[in-house]
């Protein structure tokens, strides 16, 4: 049966689009998916990155709150900080799984993680795929895709709030975004349901 060492990632951005604008932060959270088909959350890591690209949005600086000046003196070079992850990610990664980039709203988190190794010249860890967990929860909770924000799931999966003062750090983000991970294994992994017929 195939395994997974699952790495649910968020990054914080200067912009929407990779490429015209930076990934400046990144956190990620280890979930171990053990051999009794039980989940664990391992060790996290957390890491900032000079800016580079050409554009800024203010709105996105609001929202992240992270200081490009200060980053562009203590910010860790992309392609140093990318050699990190990659490091980070295969000393953690399982014997006999494979890693999986998970996020919530993967396409997104994704898209600038997987720029990044690409424009640096460097192979991405986690491949071309990964798993997003609206989708995720879409299909576990038979809810509309437009019902899967933070919010609505916490609820559904009695996880606790979010802290308002912690959210969109990116190592935070990425821990609460395991907790939801969890929580949807855990619910897709229940008892199947019987054929018809069956007793």
């Given at each position: 049966?195939a395994?997974?060492t699952?790495?649910?990632i ?13 990934m400046?932060?990144?956190?990620a959270?280890?979930?171990y ?5 039980s989940?664990?959350l391992g060790?996290q890591?957390?890491?900032?990155f000079k800016?580079?690209a050409?554009?800024v949005d ?10 490009l000046?200060?980053l562009k003196?203590q910010?860790?070079?992309r ?7 990659t ?5 953690h990664?399982?014997p006999?799984?494979t890693?999986?980039f998970?996020?919530h ?8 993680v997987?720029?990044?190794y690409k424009?640096?010249?460097l192979?991405n ?7 997003d967990?609206?989708?995720l929860?879409?299909?576990?909770l ?8 933070k919010e609505?799931?916490?609820?559904l999966?009695g996880l606790?709030e979010?802290?308002a003062v912690?959210?969109?750090r990116?190592?935070?983000?990425a821990?609460?975004?395991a907790?939801?991970?969890?929580g949807?294994?855990e619910?897709?992994?229940g ?9």
């Amino acid at each position: 049966m195939a395994r997974a060492t699952w790495f649910c990632i968020d990054i914080e951005c200067s912009g929407t689009v990779p490429g015209l604008f930076d990934m400046i932060s990144l956190g990620a959270q280890v979930v171990y998916d053990l051999e009794d088909n039980s989940l664990a959350l391992g060790p996290q890591l957390y890491l900032e990155f000079k800016p580079q690209a050409p554009q800024v949005d203010a709105r996105a600086m609001e929202v992240n709150g992270l200081d490009l000046e200060r980053l562009k003196v203590q910010g860790l070079p992309r392609i140093e900080g990318l050699k990190k992850l990659t490091a980070w990610t295969q000393s953690h990664c399982l014997p006999g799984t494979t890693p999986v980039f998970v996020g919530h709203n993967a396409p997104f988190d994704w898209s600038f993680v997987s720029y990044a190794y690409k424009a640096d010249g460097l192979e991405n860890p986690y491949g071309y795929k990964a798993l997003d967990t609206k989708a995720l929860a879409a299909g576990v909770l038979n809810i509309h895709w437009l019902e899967t924000g933070k919010e609505t799931l916490s609820e559904l999966l009695g996880l606790p709030e979010e802290d308002a003062v912690k959210k969109h750090r990116a190592d935070y983000d990425a821990w609460y975004q395991a907790l939801i991970l969890v929580g949807l294994l855990e619910l897709q992994r229940g008892p199947l349901p019987k054929l018809e017929g069956e007793e």
